[in-house]
C-alpha cells in the first residue's frame, strides 16, 4: 500500500472514497467555507461523537462517488491517539467497501503537523492489517492499494515516510506472532534475523543447541531439551554510531510455543501461545526499523529461541539447573519458562556485551493481564530515569507503561530451599513482580528495565488500529524510546 502527502485540493480528487475527521463542534458547525463542507456537515446522522462514522454518495461538489465522515469527539479532548484511531476507522470503511484507492483530509485539529501525519499514517497501516495467509480469497476481493493525505510539507512528508516504516514493521512482528508454530520455529526465526540481518547491514551472530550447551546456557537448553527442534540464540548487532560507544540492548523472549510442559496449560490458555514469542519478534522488529531509520543509536538485539514443549524428555518439576551466570535454579512449575531463558540470555547480555543499559520485553505473567488487563504494559525497572523515559515513550505512542514495585521483600518468594533460586513463586500472589525479581538476579546490576506485554500482546477482537490476533504492541514504544 502507498501512502502520500499531496497539495490537490479535494474539490479535484478523484479516488474511490475521500475520508474526513471532525470533531463534534466541527460536524454541528452552521457556517462553512466551501459547498462541500456544507454538503458535509449537513449529514443528518452525524454528529462527530469518537468512533462514529457515515458514508455519504455523491456530494455534489466532489468528483470522489463516496465521502465518509469520522467523529473524533470534543474538540478540546481531541487527542493523537483519537485521530489514529479515526484513521483507523477510515480505512476500515475502506476495506469494506472495497475499494483500491482514497483520500484523507488532514484534520484541522490543533496538534503539531508531523504529528498528525504520524498518527495518520500509523492509522492506516495498523487499520488495515490482518492475517490472511490462512484463509481462501474471494476473487472478488480488492486490496487498498493507494492512500493520499491532503496536506504537504517537508516535515509532513518526512513524518509519513518515518511512521510507515515503523507500522511496516509492527505488521511483520504480527505476521511472525501470528504464524503456525511449526513455521515459526527457533531455527526459522533464527534464518529470518539473519536474512534480515543481511538486507539491512546489521551484524548478525547465531548460537546453535551445541554452542549454547558448550557455554553453560543450561536454562535454555533445559526448556528446550524435550523439543524436536533445537534452540537458537540470535545476536543482532545494529552500529547506527560507530564514534560513540554506548549501547543499549534489548532482550525478547522467543518461546514459539509454549504448552507449559509437564505442568500442562489448560484449554483456553493455550490456544495462542504460538504467540509467546512476541517479545522476540519484537526485538527483531525494533533491530529493523533502527537500521531503516538510520537511528543514531547502537542498538544490541538477543532474541533466545526454543519452544517449551512436553514429552518423555522435558524438563521437570523439582530439576535444578546450573544457570550460565553460575547461579542454580530450581523448577518449580514448567510453565514458568520464559524467565529462565531470559536469565541466560540477560545475563549473557550483560557480562559479555557490556551494555549501557538494557531492555527486556517478554509475554511473561497472566498476572499482568489481571493487573492491567490488554490496556497497559506492565514494567519494573531498577533504575528511576530510564523508567521515566519509557513512561515518557509510553505516553507519546499509546503503547502506555506503568510501574510496579520490586520490593526486597517480595525475594523470598524466589528463593528455593534446594538451590539458589527457584523459577517460581511461593506465594500465588504478585506474580508480574515476582517474574521481575527473578530476571533482576541476572542483570549484574546494569540499569534495566523489564517490560511485561503479556495483557497487551494478544486481541480478543478487532479494536480500531489492535487486531484480532497478535498486537504487535511494545515495538513502537521501543522505537520511541530509542530516538528519544
Known amino acids: 500500500m502507498k501512502i502520500q502527502a499531496t497539495t490537490q485540493q479535494i474539490e479535484k480528487i478523484k479516488t474511490d472514497l475521500v475520508a474526513v475527521l471532525l470533531t463534534k463542534e466541527e460536524a454541528d458547525q452552521k457556517t462553512t467555507k466551501t459547498e462541500w463542507e456544507k454538503q458535509v ?3 443528518k446522522d452525524f454528529h462527530g461523537e469518537s468512533g462514529s462514522s457515515s458514508v455519504l454518495y455523491n456530494i455534489g461538489a466532489l468528483t ?4 465518509v465522515l469520522v467523529g473524533l469527539g470534543d474538540q478540546k479532548k481531541c487527542s493523537l491517539e483519537e485521530i489514529r484511531k479515526g484513521a483507523a476507522v477510515a480505512i476500515q470503511t475502506a476495506r469494506a467497501l472495497n475499494i483500491e484507492t482514497m483520500s484523507i483530509v488532514f484534520p484541522h485539529a490543533l496538534k503539531s503537523e508531523a504529528d498528525v501525519a504520524r498518527v495518520l499514517t500509523e492509522g492506516v497501516v495498523l487499520g488495515n492489517y490482518s492475517f490472511s495467509k490462512y484463509k481462501t480469497r474471494d476473487p472478488k476481493d480488492k486490496d487498498l492499494k493507494e492512500v493520499s493525505i491532503l496536506a504537504d510539507g517537508t516535515t509532513i512528508r518526512a513524518a509519513i515516510t518515518n511512521a510507515q516504516t515503523v507500522c511496516a514493521n509492527v505488521n511483520m512482528v504480527r505476521d511472525l506472532a501470528n504464524e503456525n508454530a511449526d513455521e515459526a520455529t527457533a531455527v526459522n526465526i533464527a534464518q529470518t534475523a539473519a536474512r534480515i540481518a543481511k538486507e ?11 554452542k549454547l550447551k558448550s557455554m553453560g546456557m543450561n536454562l535454555i537448553c533445559a526448556v528446550n531439551q ?3 527442534v533445537p534452540a537458537r540464540m540470535v545476536i543482532l548487532e545494529y552500529a547506527g554510531d560507530p564514534r560513540s560507544s554506548r549501547k543499549v540492548a534489548l532482550v525478547g523472549k522467543g518461546i514459539t510455543f509454549d504448552s ?3 505442568n500442562l496449560k489448560p484449554t483456553g490458555s493455550i490456544e495462542n501461545m504460538k504467540e509467546d514469542m512476541s517479545g522476540a519478534a519484537i526485538v527483531l522488529g525494533t533491530l529493523k526499523t533502527c537500521a531503516e531509520l538510520h537511528i543514531r543509536k547502537n542498538v544490541i538485539g538477543i532474541l533466545p529461541l526454543t519452544e517449551n514443549p512436553i514429552g518423555s524428555r522435558a ?5 535444578i539447573f546450573k544457570s550460565y551466570a553460575g547461579k542454580t535454579v530450581e523448577i518449580a512449575n514448567t510453565d514458568a519458562e520464559g524467565r529462565l531463558i531470559l536469565a541466560d540470555a540477560l545475563a549473557y547480555t550483560t557480562s559479555v556485551m557490556k551494555p549501557d543499559f538494557v531492555v527486556d520485553v517478554a509475554t511473561l505473567t497472566g498476572m499482568a493481564q489481571y493487573t492491567f488487563a490488554d490496556v497497559v504494559i506492565a514494567m519494573m525497572t531498577n533504575n528511576s530515569v530510564l523508567g521515566q523515559k519509557m513512561r515518557n515513550a509510553g505516553e507519546k505512542t499509546f503503547e502506555r507503561v506503568w510501574e510496579l514495585p520490586i520490593y526486597e521483600e517480595y525475594k523470598e518468594h524466589v528463593k528455593s530451599d534446594f538451590a539458589d533460586l527457584r523459577n517460581s513463586s511461593k506465594s500465588k500472589y504478585a506474580g508480574t513482580i515476582t517474574a521481575a525479581l527473578f530476571l533482576q538476579e ?6 534495566w528495565v523489564h517490560l511485561d506485554i503479556a495483557g497487551v500482546s494478544w486481541g480478543e477482537k478487532n479494536s480500531k488500529y489492535l487486531p484480532m490476533g497478535a498486537t504487535g504492541t511494545g515495538m513502537r514504544l521501543l522505537v520511541e524510546f530509542l530516538q528519544s
Open 64 to 67: 470522489s462517488p463516496r465521502v
Open 442 to 447: 541476572f542483570v549484574n546490576n546494569v540499569p
Open 315 to 319: 524438563y521437570k518439576p523439582g530439576d
Open 200 to 210: 539491512t547491514g546489521i551484524k548478525c551472530t547465531i548460537f546453535d543447541e551445541k
Open 260 to 262: 507449559g510442559g509437564l
Open 41 to 43: 456537515v449537513q449529514a
Open 226 to 228: 524435550g523439543s524436536a
